[in-house]
C-alpha cells in the first residue's frame, strides 16, 4: 500500500522533520500527530497518508486500525532555478526546491497472516485428471447442433 506526491514546492529537509517523526508508528497514532504539528509539510503529509490509506481499503480490504506506516521516503525533486537582482545590476542565484515524497503503509502481523490464508484457499483449485481435461477440450471444440425454428 503506498502512495506518492512528487514535486511538492518545498525542500526535502523541511518534509524529513515531519516524515521521521511519523514512521514506524500506527495510522490512527500519525494522523493524530499531523494533526497538531505546526509544521507546513503536515497538511500535504497527511493528505498524503489518507490516500495510502484509501489505497490499502480499496485493494486490500484492510481496516485503519490494523496498518503501521512502514516507510516514509523524502526525495529530492527538480530545483527551480530564478535570479534576484542585486546591487550593481547583478543577479544572484535562488534556487526553489522540491520534493518527492513516497507513504509506505504495511498491515500488522495478525492481518498478513488472515490475508495470506485467504488467498492461499483462493489459489486453490481441485486437479483433474488429463483425460478429463482432454475430454472437456474436446466437448469444447465440437461444433454445437443448432435448432431450426419455423
Known amino acids: 500500500m503506498k502512495a506518492i506526491l512528487r514535486s511538492y514546492r518545498q525542500a526535502p529537509r523541511k518534509v524529513r522533520l515531519v516524515a521521521n517523526l511519523i514512521k514506524g508508528k500506527t495510522v490512527p497514532r500519525a494522523l493524530v500527530e499531523l494533526d497538531v504539528l505546526p509544521k507546513r509539510a503536515s497538511g500535504p503529509m497527511k493528505k498524503l497518508l489518507m490516500s495510502a490509506i484509501a489505497n490499502a481499503k480499496e485493494n486490500d480490504g484492510i481496516a485503519l486500525e490494523d496498518l503501521f506506516v512502514k516507510e516514509v521516503r523524502v526525495d529530492q525533486g527538480t530545483i527551480l532555478k530564478r535570479s534576484m537582482p542585486k546591487s550593481h545590476g547583478s ?38 485428471s488429463k483425460k478429463v481435461a482432454l475430454a472437456k477440450v474436446k466437448a469444447a471444440a465440437k461444433p454445437k447442433a443448432v435448432k431450426k425454428t419455423k
Open 91 to 128: 543577479a544572484h542565484p535562488i534556487h526553489k526546491h522540491t520534493s518527492h515524497i513516497m507513504i509506505e503503509l504495511i498491515a500488522s502481523a495478525d492481518t498478513q497472516v488472515k490475508s495470506h490464508k485467504s488467498k492461499v484457499k483462493s489459489a486453490e483449485t481441485p486437479k483433474v
